[in-house]
T-cell receptor, first 111, second 110 residues
Framework: EDQVTQSPEALRLQEGESSSLNCSYTVSGLRGLFWYRQDPGKGPEFLFTLYSAGEEKEKERLKATLTKKESFLHITAPKPEDSATYLCAVQAETSGSRLTFGEGTQLTVNP | NAGVTQTPKFQVLKTGQSMTLQCAQDMNHEYMSWYRQDPGMGLRLIHYSVGAGITDQGEVPNGYNVSRSTTEDFPLRLLSAAPSQTSVYFC?????????FGQGTRLTVV
């Protein structure tokens, strides 16, 4: 059974204080690992897809990395508008387009 | 290009009532799915479809029915609502591993 665990559950940062979110996973053959951002009252919004260990993707202040067991979402010099819940999901090679999600990390960035 | 459109955004049902959550996508995606999101449990897959006329169960299918008569539409039916079905429901469509989500339907069953 595919499993995804995210930590921490919640994270409070001061503006400009860099940090990382963790996503640990077990999957029977990884097709892709996905990061989404979710704002209150909205649906998840796609951020990154990572396909193989060692891969990195960047977008503005966010950088996602992948190993064989976990992924990190690094947030550099965050701003209050980065406050959101960040979701991690995996897709197995044998599961078509099915996604298994973690519970998310709720990030708050204070000005 | 609207993406994935869900209606309604909010709904309150009484226990035992039935209703249909609507979902439509305009991206010509074959794969569509329904998730529910509950505090502390993340997004869980209810049902999915790999194309018109083909549906299958996900992780938490009990109490829900789906059909896929067209590529664009994938409605979710609650036949007899229960308080345990109080949740936020998301419809999604996918192609090539890239999944797009609707804005969600917040359902309360009293």
């Amino acid at each position: 059974e595919d499993q995804v665990t995210q930590s921490p559950e919640a994270l409070r940062l001061q503006e400009g204080e860099s940090s990382s979110l963790n996503c640990s996973y077990t999957v029977s053959g990884l097709r892709g690992l996905f990061w989404y951002r979710q704002d209150p009252g909205k649906g998840p919004e796609f951020l990154f897809t990572l396909y193989s260990a060692g891969e990195e993707k960047e977008k503005e202040r966010l950088k996602a990395t992948l190993t064989k067991k976990e992924s990190f979402l690094h947030i550099t010099a965050p701003k209050p508008e980065d406050s959101a819940t960040y979701l991690c999901a995996v897709q197995a090679e044998t599961s078509g387009s099915r996604l298994t999600f973690g519970e998310g990390t709720q990030l708050t960035v204070n000005p | 290009n609207a993406g994935v459109t869900q209606t309604p955004k909010f709904q309150v049902l009484k226990t035992g009532q039935s209703m249909t959550l609507q979902c439509a996508q305009d991206m010509n995606h074959e794969y569509m799915s329904w998730y529910r999101q509950d505090p502390g449990m993340g997004l869980r897959l209810i049902h999915y479809s790999v194309g018109a006329g083909i549906t299958d169960q996900g992780e938490v299918p009990n109490g829900y029915n789906v059909s896929r008569s067209t590529t664009e539409d994938f409605p979710l039916r609650l036949l007899s609502a229960a308080p345990s079905q109080t949740s936020v429901y998301f419809c999604a469509s996918s192609r090539g591993g890239h999944t797009f989500f609707g804005q969600g339907t917040r359902l309360t069953v009293v």
